[in-house]
């Protein structure tokens, strides 16, 4: 299988390379139009500021070559973020997969931090990336934004309100939580995403 990691300076990389090892699999990191549109697969990670991952991600033309890919996409944390519509961080427009708005977290009087930092169960799962995950599955977290619930929505977690753990459109997917920092369940949505 071809698969590929997009560069860009907002990724968690390395922690996605080591997860696609433990489960036998090496990906490609690569900015590269040509070999992002060749893969079977791609993964677009991320850790980071939104406003600066679009602005890199637009004067290297990858905004356009993401949203016209057509075989499997996953976004994963601010990889989730960047697919939906638009951010509250730094008042960033994105790329518009996803319909859904992204907003910061505002903690009512409750002892909540924010960034929420740590584990948390995912629940109404429905699609074929959570086969065989079951409900209240917990994985591991590290945001202060989060993507709003909508039509896309194919998972849900709870901080402050509940929001969207888990995007899909046509071939894109995205997932808030870190997969490749969530044992033994993020390593079976992997598996899902590479099976899809």
Known sequence: MNLVIIK????????VLYALVRIG??????????????????????VGEASSAMRYLKERQLDTVIKDLKQPVLGICLGMQLMCDY???????????????????QPT??????????????????????SNI???TYCYFVHGYYASLGSHT????DYVQPYSA????DNFYGVQFHPEKSAQAGEKIIKNFLDL
Do not use: M
């Open 8 to 15: 860009y300076n907002a990724g968690n990389i390395q922690s």
């Open 166 to 169: 888990g995007l899909h459109r």
């Open 87 to 105: 951010t509250e961080e730094n008042n960033t427009p994105c790329l518009g997969i996803f319909e859904e708005k992204v907003k910061f977290f």
């Open 154 to 157: 194919i998972a849900t977690a």
């Open 25 to 46: 699999k090496e990906a490609t990191v690569t900015d590269n139009h040509e070999q992002i549109r060749a893969a079977d697969k791609v993964i677009f990670p991320g």
């Open 109 to 130: 009087g409750e002892k909540l931090k924010v960034p929420q930092i740590g584990w948390n169960n995912i629940y109404n799962l429905q699609s074929k990336l959570f």
């Open 134 to 136: 079951p409900d209240n």
